[in-house]
């Protein structure tokens, strides 16, 4: 069974820092992995994908993932932050079956 | 080109009541999947519908029904609600044989049970 850790359920940082989410994961085989993003009150909206392609995966609003194998991660990143950015976040695993299981997600504020 | 769409957005319940809920996939889908969010927590995978017929299913018990249809839309139904079935159900769908994983959600139906 695959599962996913996310480090840390509230994030803040001010307008203009390093977003930095964390994410491991646990699978049996090689993983799909997949980044999240919730605002409120709405669905699910991908930000980016992993399958075993490029580990650095650059996804939409300026949001990349590094996939590491020897740490079981797939960590989100942002270099700057903006206040648009403030929401949740989860990640994801896929076996392949296209069966998503979610991480408990990390909510991201931004401070002026 | 309509994303995944769900209907109601919002609906209340009683305890014991059944409620339908309802999906219609992106354009060109033909596999949908069901999830639960209860608040403060990630989806759970509810099951998933393919060629009109449930694929796989998560940890739910059987109160928890679905349907496809032959144009792809699909329905979920819950039995005998309880208190804890106070969600934000999430309807998902891809193309099946498509690489990559490439899953839509839809906007959600907030259920409350009282």
């Known amino acids: 069974a695959q599962s996913v850790t996310q480090l840390g359920s509230h994030v803040s940082v001010s307008e203009g820092a390093l977003v930095l989410l964390r994410c491991n994961y646990s699978?049996?085989?090689?993983?799909?992995l997949f980044w999240y993003v919730q605002y409120p009150n709405q669905g699910l909206q991908l930000l980016l994908k992993y399958t075993s392609a490029a580990t650095l995966v650059k996804g939409i609003n300026g949001f990349e993932a590094e996939f590491k194998k020897s740490e079981t991660s797939f960590h989100l990143t942002k270099p700057s932050a903006h206040m648009s950015d403030a929401a949740e976040y989860f990640c994801?695993?896929?076996?392949?079956?296209?069966?998503?299981?979610f991480g408990a997600g990390t909510t991201v504020t931004v401070r002026a | 080109d309509a994303g995944v769409t769900q209907s109601p957005t919002h609906l209340i319940k009683t305890r014991g009541q059944q409620v339908t809920l309802r999906c219609s996939p992106k354009s060109g889908h033909d596999t949908v999947s069901w999830y639960q969010q209860a608040l403060g927590q990630g989806p759970q995978f509810i099951f998933q519908y393919y060629e009109e017929e449930e694929r796989q299913r998560g940890n739910f018990p059987d109160r928890f029904s679905g349907h496809q249809f032959p144009n792809y839309s699909s329905e979920l139904n819950v039995n005998a609600l309880l208190l804890g079935d106070s969600a934000l159900y999430l309807c998902?769908?891809?193309?099946?044989?498509?690489?990559?994983?490439?899953?839509?959600f839809g906007e959600g139906s907030w259920l409350t049970v009282v």
């Open positions: 998902a769908s891809r193309r099946q044989g498509t690489s990559g994983n490439t899953i839509y």
């Open positions: 994801a695993v896929s076996d392949g079956d296209y069966k998503l299981s």
């Open positions: 699978s049996s085989v090689p993983p799909y």
